[in-house]
C-alpha cells in the first residue's frame, strides 16, 4: 500500500498523517526546554543546517534532530473483536435496511430510493478503502447500545450518510431530508 500523504500545517509546526511532526526552530527550542526528546521531532532542510541544531547533533548524537526525508505509512487496520472484523458488511446493512422498511411505511418508490442509496454509499465507502471504520464504528454503536451508553442524535456532515444512520450512529434519516451524500466525503 502506498503511503498516503496529508498534513496539517499551523503556525510553528506541521503535522504529517503518519504523526511526525516538522517543527519550527521555536518550537523545537519550547520543546527541548520541556524536556521532551529531540528524536520525536524533524527540523526543515534550512533548519538541520543551522548553526543550533549542528551544535546540538555534536553534543546529543544519540539523540539527533533530523529532517523528514519519507511519509510512513498509514496504517488502516482496526483492532476490533474477530465477528466485527470478519461481518459480511454488506449484508449486514442490506439487514438492516430490510429492518427499517419493516418498521416504515414507505412508497415502493421511496424503498427504491433506500436500496439505491445504500448500495451507492457503500460502493462510495468501499472505494474510499473505509470498511474497516464502518466496522469499527458498528462495533462501537453495538457496545453503546449494550452498555446503555447515550450519545447524540446526529452531528455534522455524518448526518448526510444513510448508512451510519442504518447502523445507528446518528437519527438523522439522510434519504428523507435529501441530504447529499457529497457532504459527509468532502
Not at 498516503?4 to 527550542?29: A, C, M, P, Q, W
Not at 543550533?52 to 546529543?60: D, H
Not at 465477528?83 to 449484508?91: C, F, G, H, P, Q
Amino acid at each position: 500500500m502506498d503511503a498516503v500523504e496529508f498534513k496539517t500545517e499551523l503556525s510553528n509546526r506541521v503535522i504529517h498523517g503518519d504523526g511526525d511532526s516538522v517543527v519550527s526552530l521555536e518550537f523545537l527550542y519550547d520543546h527541548l526546554l520541556d524536556g521532551k526528546k529531540a528524536s520525536q521531532v524533524f527540523v526543515s532542510k534550512e533548519d538541520l543546517d543551522s548553526d543550533e541544531v549542528t551544535n546540538y547533533n555534536k553534543r546529543f548524537y544519540n539523540d539527533q534532530i533530523s529532517q523528514k526525508v519519507e511519509t510512513n505509512p498509514i496504517s488502516t487496520e482496526w483492532i476490533i473483536p474477530e465477528s466485527y472484523a470478519t461481518i459480511d458488511l454488506s449484508n449486514y446493512i442490506i439487514e438492516l435496511l430490510k429492518k427499517e422498511i419493516e418498521l416504515m411505511d414507505f412508497s415502493d418508490e421511496d424503498i427504491k430510493t433506500r436500496y439505491y442509496r445504500t448500495r451507492m454509499e457503500y460502493r462510495i465507502w468501499e472505494q474510499r478503502n473505509l470498511l474497516g471504520m464502518l466496522r469499527t464504528l458498528i462495533y462501537v454503536v453495538n457496545t453503546f447500545n449494550e452498555n446503555n451508553i447515550i450519545w447524540g442524535t446526529g452531528r455534522g456532515s455524518s448526518c448526510a450518510s444513510y448508512i451510519l444512520y442504518l447502523i445507528g450512529l446518528h437519527q438523522v434519516d439522510s434519504v428523507a431530508y435529501d441530504l447529499d451524500i457529497g457532504d459527509f466525503f468532502r
